[in-house]
């Protein structure tokens, strides 16, 4: 294949998957490869399943997150209302720069499951409507077959 055109066999986590053998990968698999496989990975396609299962576990980390910030700045004497939870602060700071690349290079592949191209990702970044348009990015169902990003994802059903 030409370089930058899309893979010639079916892939999962970007490995070949051609011969069907790849077993169904839970919410978790699909976050922990979002932040470390997939990092920064805008090639290919990205099932609801694998879209979904990465925004719950963000979800959850950011609240575990902010609760341990809280907790810490709230043990370290700061009362409510009185001063900023610096500690939380900078821990939710440092969560969201970590995880926004993998978070748009998700969206990205999600977008090339639908047959739309990536530049519609800043939809999402848009204010007052961007929450819409993620929330109804990640509902389309995946465009059946093989489109130019890439074959149909391995496990999706029609």
Not at 52 to 59: I, S
Not at 60 to 78: E, F, P, R
Not at 105 to 124: E, F, M, N, Q
Request: aromatic residues 14%.
């Amino acid at each position: 294949p030409l370089p930058g055109s899309a893979p010639a066999v079916p892939n999962h986590f970007g490995r070949n998957a051609e011969n069907g053998t790849i077993g169904s990968s839970g919410l978790w698999d699909y976050f922990w490869r979002g932040l470390t496989t997939n990092y920064v990975d805008f090639s290919g396609r990205a099932r609801r399943k694998e879209f979904w299962g990465f925004c719950l576990f963000w979800t959850i980390g950011l609240a575990v997150i902010v609760g341990v910030g809280l907790s810490v700045d709230l043990g370290s004497g700061i009362e409510q209302g009185d001063d900023l939870p610096i500690v939380m602060i900078c821990l939710v700071v440092l969560y969201i720069l970590l995880t926004f690349l993998p978070w748009v290079a998700l969206l990205v592949r999600r977008l090339h499951d639908l047959g739309l191209t990536g530049w519609l990702a800043i939809l999402c970044f848009l204010p007052y409507i961007g929450w819409l348009a993620t929330l109804v990015f990640g509902l389309i169902p995946t465009q059946a077959g093989d489109n130019k990003w890439g074959p149909m994802p391995v496990g999706v059903r029609f």
